[in-house]
């Protein structure tokens, strides 16, 4: 079969695509994985298909891609607020390039955040969407008015694809929002997280499938360096912090000096992952040490708790070492993964970026690792995705589905 995989967003929205588009091929099918142009290397080293799709100044900024746009315009307004604007700077060529990639395409897969690329091709082409959600759904989805609430998002997103549309041929996006209803219309839904993450499972219909998390056991990174692997050895496993692309230039210092003093009240070693803005810049105590790309699955399991910003990615990563967590989030998802660490027992109460200082996060590490009992639930479930095999699951789960939907396809035009 022949499948697009459309994946917009950070690394932690790329890499589990990733490790499902490596399954499909071992599979048999031909996959055309389509996503920002930085991340062509890893995909063609995996052997797949490679189709740019065009990302934005703002995400590019947030990558360390350099960019004509001054940084201070990231500093002023939330990230929920710069994704949006990033989005919009790139309707026309994105929609464009994400159609010229779908073409042909019998099946797209679609992360959440390009779910609207992938059903606007699945309408032109025919083909048969799936839809991969990273993190369980928000609980505000079953609330009454969430419909309403998701109809009043859609207006605006609807304007902004006018002028792409038109420019394509197609008419315009239906007045009614058509995503909250994919379900009633049998789309494959395929939820690359564990079911041992689910402390309050949702209702899930035939059409969807909780695989367990999509790992790429491939490596993105770099071989460590040898002082790290001197630091990790001289010494107690360390606290690794972990925000990601989260801070900018002004805030990243701060960040840096706040980190290194709740790590040293706590009595704590620290590994600090650099960020692209300079955070883990400067000198350090002795019993830290900052480091570049490095691969999580290789770290984690060689410190005692993580800090980091909630990523969906991330949060796997953490999950599957077996470690607690202190969860710092600053947008979407993220806060839902850090009330998700908090129920699970496996991390304190998230701290969220505006409350962050060093008093929090010196009681949030203490909490992580002076709590016998969370060490030990973390333990647990991190035994139990050790176990699972995500990507297996949903390859069979996808062609499962497609095989059903062929047999109800030909018995519509009979």
């Given at each position: ?138 609980r505000i989805a079953e609330r009454p008015g969430a419909r309403a609430v998701r109809q009043l998002a859609w207006l ?116 600090l992952i650099r960020g692209v803005d300079g955070f883990g810049a400067g000198q350090l105590p002795a019993d830290m ?30 999950l599957r070492a077996g470690l607690p967590s202190v969860v710092v989030p600053h947008m979407l998802d993220q806060h ?79």
């Open positions: 079969m022949r499948i697009t995989i459309l994946s917009v967003g950070s690394r932690g929205d790329v890499q589990p695509l990733l490790a499902f588009g490596v399954g499909l091929e071992a599979a048999g099918h031909d996959v055309r994985f389509t996503t920002y142009p930085r991340f062509e290397p890893q995909v063609r080293a995996l052997g797949l298909d490679f189709a740019a799709l065009a990302e934005g100044e703002i995400s590019a900024m947030q990558a360390g891609v350099k960019t004509s746009v001054s940084p201070r315009r990231r500093i002023r307004r939330p990230p929920v607020l710069d994704l949006i604007a990033d989005a919009r700077s790139v309707a026309r060529v994105r929609l464009a390039e994400a159609m010229s990639a779908c073409a042909g395409a019998e099946a797209v897969v679609t992360n959440e955040l390009a779910l609207l690329l992938g059903w606007q091709a699945c309408e032109r082409y025919g083909a048969q969407l799936v839809r991969a959600r990273l993190c369980p759904p928000p605006p997103m609807r304007r902004s694809q006018r002028v792409a549309r038109r420019e394509l041929g197609l008419g315009p996006l239906p007045l009614r929002e058509p995503l909250g209803r994919l379900a009633e219309r049998r789309t494959l839904e395929l939820r690359a997280y564990s079911e041992a993450v689910l402390v309050d499972p949702e209702p899930a219909g035939e059409w969807t499938h909780v695989t367990g998390f999509w790992f790429l056991d491939s490596h993105f990174d770099p071989e460590p360096a040898p002082e790290v692997i001197e630091f990790l050895d001289a010494g107690p496993a360390p606290v690794c912090v972990n925000f990601g692309s989260m801070f900018n230039a002004r805030a990243a210092a701060a960040a840096t000096t706040m980190v290194s003093d709740a790590l040293r009240r706590a009595g704590q070693r620290g590994v040490l900052a480091v570049g790309a490095i691969d999580h699955d290789w770290l984690f399991p060689r410190c005692c708790a993580v800090v980091h910003h909630g990523g969906a990615g991330t949060v796997a990563a953490v839902a993964w850090g009330r998700t660490i908090q129920e699970l027992g496996v991390g304190p109460a998230p701290i969220s970026r505006r409350r962050l200082n060093g008093e929090s996060l010196t009681a949030a590490i203490t909490t992580a690792l002076g709590d016998a009992h969370m060490r030990a639930r973390a333990g647990e479930i991190g035994a139990r995705i050790r176990g699972e095999q995500g990507v297996a699951n949903a390859v069979e789960a996808f062609e499962q589905h497609m095989q059903g939907a062929g047999r109800r396809s030909v018995l519509e035009k009979t």
